[in-house]
DNA sequence: TAAAAACCTGTCCTTTAGACCAATAGTTTT
DNA sequence: AAAACTATTGGTCTAAAGGACAGGTTTTTA
């Protein structure tokens, strides 16, 4: 079990010394291949300065290529929500704030070394209210179709356009799934749609 | 601090007891409020059977309400995405297997305890893959899904996305109902998609 | 107030989707 | 040459979707 801290910061932050006191550090990822064991646990920990993206970006690939099975934690000192977004999606395990207390990099440790993923709460909460809503930006010709519509059926139209079930839709707004069903046929007959999938499509078709 | 588990099960499961030795066991939600101390920093166990969606929100939903500052954590016997997605998007800080060994458990606890969120690996990269829009360019991303099909699965991904059905895209491509069907299942595998509908607002998504 | 629209639910039935299992044959990669 | 991938088709089975037909209650509106 190694932990590795790429920092631009040669003494490392106080913490990260503090929770890890036998971490070796490292001011870029070119680390010498020696100083790494074969096949054993390692975590890479990339302390994020602002503006260096792209670095972050390169680092992220030349760790995975050259050591596989390593985990990967971003320590931002600067965290947002885009940047979060963008290190997960290459495969961090964790994203969290640079100065976060000892306590918490320890605890991150514990997680993803079973194999879990740390993130805090308000980035999880932005991205489930991302992933369940339809975006804010198409609501105006969305409206163009929705107005036509009762305001039940308006509400199991969003729903079912974004790929839920109507036994899902019903649990939602709970109604009996039968009740979906009526709503949705009655918008289908209002909107001219085939089928819920033309549905999703009208309500999501893209602003030309 | 207390923990309180929630489960049809009248002795609660082994795992449980064994990381919780301390921890009130209750069938219900309905727990005599004398047993739970004021501003104790509380945590809800729902032990989630098969079939029980709706009682599950319910159950979230009473202990919002009866014990704002509490947390809640769902145990499922049968983990799928969409109840989890729903849970966390009620406020549940943790979704995890009900059969996860002690160790889990005590992690999950560890973490929520300081507020962070708890969830496997699996669910995060689906929810990530759900809400990319924001981790970065689009088109690219819809190209990545393309790419990583065979030439014909691409030309049936295609159509369905178009919502056309199954029966339309064997006689524009000239091939059965039922090697249409087998492309879309190595499709839906592959890209992760549950449905033709889910696979329509991949391929149709708006840059944001 | 009476009619109309909206809302909710039920049963029965047909079609569609998609999973699982299995097989054949050509092509590409190792 | 063996293994893996691709394209094709078949059958069975389950669940979901949606139409048809038939009710109710509540809210709006003329």
Same mark, same amino acid.
């Given at each position: 079990?190694? %932990?590795?801290?790429? !920092?631009?910061? &040669?003494?490392?932050?106080?913490?990260?010394? +503090?929770?890890?006191?036998?971490?070796?550090?490292?001011?870029?990822?070119?680390?010498?291949?020696?100083?790494?064991?074969? @096949?054993?646990?390692?975590?890479?920990?990339?302390h994020?300065?602002? %503006?260096?993206?792209?670095?972050?970006?390169n680092a992220?690939q *030349?760790i995975?290529?050259?050591?596989? @099975?390593?985990?990967?934690?971003?320590?931002?000192?600067?965290p @947002?929500?885009?940047?979060?977004f $963008?290190?997960?999606?290459?495969?961090?395990?964790?994203?969290? $704030?640079?100065y !976060?207390?000892?306590?918490? *990099?320890?605890?991150?440790?514990?997680?993803i070394?079973?194999?879990?993923?740390?993130l805090?709460? %308000?980035l999880?909460?932005?991205?489930?209210?991302?992933?369940? !809503? #339809?975006?804010g930006?198409?609501?105006?010709?969305?409206?163009? $179709? #929705?107005?036509?519509l009762?305001?039940? +059926?308006? &509400?199991v139209?969003?729903?079912a356009? /974004?790929?839920?079930?109507?036994?899902?839709?019903a649990?939602?707004?709970?109604?009996?799934?039968?009740?979906v069903?009526?709503? *949705?046929? !009655?918008?289908?007959?209002r909107?001219g749609?085939?089928?819920r999938l033309? #549905?999703?499509?009208m309500?999501? /078709?893209?602003?030309?």
């Amino acid at each position: 079990m190694q %932990d590795i801290f790429i !920092s631009p910061l &040669e003494t490392g932050m106080v913490s990260w010394m +503090e929770a890890f006191a036998k971490a070796k550090i490292s001011a870029t990822v070119q680390v010498s291949p020696t100083k790494i064991q074969k @096949n054993a646990f390692v975590i890479f920990w990339l302390h994020m300065n602002e %503006d260096r993206q792209e670095w972050l970006t390169n680092a992220i690939q *030349l760790i995975q290529k050259k050591y596989v @099975n390593a985990k990967i934690v971003v320590l931002a000192n600067a965290p @947002n929500q885009a940047e979060a977004f $963008h290190a997960m999606s290459m495969g961090v395990v964790a994203y969290s $704030h640079a100065y !976060s207390p000892a306590f918490v *990099l320890t605890e991150i440790k514990t997680v993803i070394s079973h194999g879990g993923v740390w993130l805090g709460q %308000d980035l999880l909460k932005r991205i489930i209210e991302v992933s369940t !809503s #339809l975006a804010g930006n198409q609501a105006e010709q969305v409206n163009q $179709h #929705l107005k036509s519509l009762t305001k039940r +059926e308006k &509400e199991v139209a969003v729903e079912a356009a /974004k790929g839920l079930s109507n036994k899902e839709i019903a649990r939602i707004l709970k109604i009996t799934e039968r009740t979906v069903k009526a709503h *949705l046929s !009655s918008t289908f007959e209002r909107l001219g749609a085939k089928d819920r999938l033309h #549905l999703a499509l009208m309500l999501n /078709k893209k602003p030309t």
